[in-house]
C-alpha cells in the first residue's frame, strides 16, 4: 500500500512557476513509478508527466509540457516533484500524483497506476 499526498498548488500569474510536490508514503515507495496527471473542469483526466523506479527515463505530454515541466524525486525523502514554469491559464487543473507498481509503456494512461493523491489546484490568472 502507498499513500500519496500532492502539496504547492496555488494562484499564479500566467509565466509564473510553482514546484509542486508529492510525498509517498509505504515501505517500498521508492519502487513504484511514478506519474503526474492533471483534469480540468469538465475534461477527463490526462497525462502530464512521469518517471521510472529508477529516476533513469522521464516522460512528458509532448505538446502540452514539454519543455516548460521537469518532473524529479527524491529517493532519500520519498518524494516525487514538479517543477512548472512558464506556466500559462490552459495549465489550471487539479493536479493528481500517481504510483505505478510496473512501469508500462502506456505510462500515459491514468489505468496504469495503482495509487492516486487527493489532488492540488493550480490556477493560472491571465
Known amino acids: 500500500q502507498v499513500q500519496l499526498v500532492e502539496s504547492g498548488g496555488g494562484l499564479v500569474r500566467a509565466g509564473g512557476s510553482l514546484k509542486l510536490s508529492c510525498a509517498a508514503s509505504g515501505r517500498t515507495a521508492s519502487n513504484y513509478a511514478m506519474g503526474w496527471f492533471r483534469q480540468a473542469p469538465g475534461k477527463e483526466r490526462e497525462f502530464v508527466a512521469a518517471i521510472t523506479r529508477g529516476g533513469g527515463g522521464t516522460y512528458y505530454a509532448d505538446s502540452a509540457v514539454k519543455g516548460r515541466f521537469t518532473i524529479s524525486r527524491d529517493y532519500d525523502k520519498s518524494m516525487v516533484y514538479l517543477q512548472m514554469n512558464s506556466l500559462k491559464p490552459e495549465d489550471t487543473a487539479v493536479y493528481y500524483c500517481?504510483?505505478?507498481?510496473?512501469?508500462?509503456?502506456?505510462?500515459?494512461?491514468?489505468?496504469?497506476?495503482?495509487?492516486w493523491g487527493q489532488g492540488t489546484q493550480v490556477t493560472v490568472s491571465s
Open positions: 500517481a504510483a505505478a507498481r510496473l512501469w508500462s509503456s502506456m505510462y500515459y494512461s491514468p489505468g496504469e497506476y495503482d495509487y
